[in-house]
């Protein structure tokens, strides 16, 4: 059995308005950039990025990352 110990997830909640990576900080797009920017490094790569749709115009976004 594989050892997970080193999996980070971090879960987001933005609206689903247009956005760019070097926009406000609280952006869906400004965030994940961020974050993904912690985890680069041969230790935490980033394993999946998933999107879903929540109530009206909410976007959940969940990042995996580790070794």
Known sequence: MAVYGNVKVKVFIHAG?????????GTMARDIKDHVDTLDSTNNKVISITHTQLNGDRILTMVVGGA
């Open 17 to 25: 308005n247009p956005g760019i990576e070097t926009g406000a900080v």
